[in-house]
């Protein structure tokens, strides 16, 4: 018992410094570039910026082969990724936020942050590869919530604490912070002792030779996702998953902008409570999958997010007909939106973690999440031009409207698997 309550406070402390600074460039930088006067599109290409999210496929195979087995496969990628990310971080405290108008410095800045992606995205792959190694079937659901509330609550950090600190606090002791949280978080893994692991090159034998990657070696990848019908449907569900999400990231918070909610407004009751919401919707979600299969859970909290893009969408026709809204609806709807995204998270991951080889862990979790992360990336890349074509309203409603018909996948697959997704975790 308390090994496993030490490989759940290992797992929290890494996706929470994974969370800080995604939940910068998700949270906090819309926010601030909106502010500034940045149009809709413009905030909507810096989802470029999540990249690296979407490629970490191309190199999570080398994450799998490549280790330093007496410091822990896994380990060895790990400790590394956390330590630059800290370096990256104290970098950008010393750049000027106000010289951000100058072509120099915002190349600077956006460079920085792809780069900061680019480690993130990689520690991702080898954290992902670390849990499903030694994470049993009955403690997979378990291992992903305290994976979910890690990273809500870097969000809590890395977005809405930054929000509001900058309304106090200079821009270099606000990323100095976050510099000294990712450090802090580094000391689990440090006197973790990771399990030796099978042996990743000769387990990819079949697939390539260290050192170079064939097409025939990703055509043999990919056909695992082909060989059954159920792999197939669950492909169709990671592929639909996120197209809500990528449509509507970079649209809500700029429309709270719109609406009058203050920096504090959107750092404290935006975006930390509603990350306090995902805390609890993610502990929620772990309780479920005890007593719920893992199909009807999916369906359930998927119904309720639709739900709530649909309250938005209803905010949204109130906003453009001049219509006070009250703060308090706003970070209602957040707050439960965010609680539902959650749930929903916890209850992928477990699947895709039930999908994932041991042997091949890291790549097969990476490659799926990958799936959604690329789906959701591109849409973010040009749903900031679609709103501004069509408004708040009738933009957010036909979103309501696709995430509706993304439910079909899900039913699909839960059809299909029901003899597996029948009964609930232990």
Known sequence: MLQMRNIYVLLFSLYWAQGLP???????LPVILRAQGVSLAHIGGFGLLMLPWSLKILWAPWVDRLGIRHTGHYRSWIIPTQLLMVLVLIGLSFLPIQALNQPAYLLLFFAALLGMNFIGATQDIATDGLAVNILQGGQQHWGNTFQVIGSRLG??????AVLWALDWLQWQPTFLLLAGLVLLNTLPVLFYREPAHQNKRSANAGHAKAGKISWAAVRQY?????????????????????IADGLSGPVLKPLMVDSGLSFSQIGIYVTMLG???ALIGAGIAGICLKWLPRFQALLAFSVLKIASLAVYAWLAWRYEAGQAIQPRLLYAVNAAEDMLSAMLLVVMLTVIMQYSRKHMAGTDFTFQVALMAAVSGGLYSISGIAADWLGYGSYLSGIALL?????IPVCRWGANNAGRNSAPDA
């Open 222 to 242: 990919l056909a695992y996702f082909f060989q059954t019908p159920e792999l197939r449907l669950w492909l169709q569900v990671l592929l639909t998953f996120k």
């Open 22 to 28: 995604v939940g910068f460039m998700t949270h906090a």
């Open 275 to 277: 990350a306090c919401a």
């Open 155 to 160: 969000f809590i950090a890395g977005g809405g």
């Open 403 to 407: 995430a509706a018909l993304c439910l």
